[in-house]
C-alpha cells in the first residue's frame, strides 16, 4: 500500500502581535505528508518548489522526517511564501506570495491499493489540470482510494469556474473530507445531510465534516454518526485540518491493511478512523507547529 499527498509547499512565516512568531516549511499537502512520516507510516508527497533557500530547507525537512521525495519536482526560481497573521483569539488570516514559476509534477502510475490526498488551491490550478485529472481517473479506475479536501477559504459561490472545478474533483474522490465552513463555502450551507446529499449526488458516498470544537461527523451508506473533539488549548488552528486527514489516513491504513474494503468498514472500525483525525488535529492545535510533534503517540 502506497500513500500519496498531492499539493503546493508554501513557506510559512507566523506573526504575532505584529512581531514574526516563527517560521517552517508548509502548505496542505506538506503539512499531511510530515504528519504521515512522524507517526511512522511510508508516505510519498507530490509537490513543486524553487531551487532556492527555502526550497532546500522544505526538501531536508521532508528528508528528515522520513517523506519521500521521488515525486518532487523543482524549478529554477523562488518557491511559494505565506504570510500568516494571528489574532487574539489565535485565528488566522494569510496573504499569499505565489513562486516565480507554476509548474505541474510528475505523477506515478497508480495502483489500485493506493491512498492519494489532495485539495486545497493547487487542486484548481488551470496549469496541469490537465494531467492532475488524468492522473486521478486513472486511480479511480484501478480502485485506489482518493481523499479530497477542498480547504475552500473563501466563499465559492461567485466563483462558478472554480465550483465546477471542485463538483469535478468530488465526482473522482472516495471520500470528501471537510469543514462546516468549507461546506458553507462551496454549498451555501451549514447542515452536514443536507451537504452530504448534495456531496452524495455528486458521485462520491463518503463524507467526513468536521466542525472544529465540536468534534466530526461521518456520512456513509450505511453510517451516519459524530465524535466529539479532543478537548485542547489552542495555541494555532494551522494544519489542524491537514492533519485531521493524516489521522484518517493513519486509520485507514491500518483497517484496510487488513485486506478490507472501505465499503467492509463497520461503525467501531470508522469511529476508530475518524478518533485518530481528532487526536492528529487536537496534538497540532495544542502547538505552534504545523505537524504533529515527534514525540506523538497515536490513537489507541
Known amino acids: ?33 510530515i504528519s504521515i512520516g512522524r507517526a511512522g507510516v ?39 511564501l505565506a504570510l500568516a497573521f494571528f489574532d487574539e483569539a489565535n485565528q488566522t ?8 514559476e507554476e509548474i505541474f509534477p510528475d505523477y506515478p502510475t497508480p495502483m489500485g491499493d493506493d491512498i492519494i490526498l489532495l485539495g486545497s488551491s493547487f ?7 490537465e494531467e492532475l485529472l488524468g492522473f486521478l481517473t486513472s486511480a479511480r479506475e484501478k480502485g485506489a482510494l482518493i481523499i479530497y479536501d477542498p480547504n475552500a477559504r473563501q466563499s465559492m459561490l461567485d466563483q ?8 469535478e474533483n468530488i465526482s473522482l474522490a472516495t471520500i470528501v473530507k471537510g469543514s462546516d465552513e468549507d461546506f458553507k463555502h462551496i454549498f451555501d450551507s ?32 450505511s453510517n451516519v454518526f459524530s465524535v466529539p473533539a479532543v478537548e485542547t488549548a489552542v495555541l494555532s488552528t494551522i494544519g489542524a485540518g491537514d492533519n485531521f486527514s493524516a489521522g ?9 491493511g487488513l485486506n478490507q474494503k472501505i465499503t467492509e468498514l463497520g461503525k467501531q472500525e470508522w469511529e476508530i478512523i475518524l478518533n485518530h483525525g481528532t487526536h492528529f488535529a487536537s496534538a497540532v ?13 497515536p490513537y489507541i
Not at 93 to 100: G, K, L, N, V, W
Not at 196 to 216: D, F, H, M, P, W
Open 123 to 129: 487542486a484548481l490550478r488551470d496549469h496541469g489540470r
Open 190 to 221: 451549514s447542515n452536514g445531510e443536507e451537504v452530504y446529499q448534495k456531496i452524495e449526488e455528486l458521485g462520491t458516498s463518503y463524507v467526513v465534516y468536521t466542525e472544529g470544537a465540536k468534534g466530526a461527523q461521518l456520512f456513509t451508506p
Open 285 to 297: 492545535c495544542g502547538s505552534m507547529g504545523n505537524y504533529i510533534p515527534e514525540d506523538f503517540v
Open 248 to 256: 484518517i489516513i493513519y486509520g485507514l491504513r491500518e483497517r484496510l
Open 93 to 100: 488570516q494569510y496573504t499569499f506570495y505565489p513562486a516565480s
Open 1 to 33: 500500500m502506497r500513500i500519496f499527498t498531492i499539493g503546493e509547499t508554501t513557506f510559512d512565516i507566523s506573526f504575532k502581535n505584529g512581531r514574526p512568531a516563527g517560521a517552517c516549511s508548509g502548505g496542505s499537502a506538506y503539512n499531511s505528508a
Open 42 to 80: 511510508p508516505v510519498s508527497l507530490i509537490t513543486t518548489f524553487g531551487t532556492d533557500h527555502i526550497g532546500d530547507l522544505s526538501l531536508e525537512f521532508l528528508k528528515q522526517n522520513r517523506v519521500d521525495c521521488s515525486y518532487v519536482t523543482r524549478f529554477d526560481g523562488r518557491s511559494r
Open 160 to 167: 462558478p469556474e472554480n465550483l465546477r472545478k471542485i463538483y
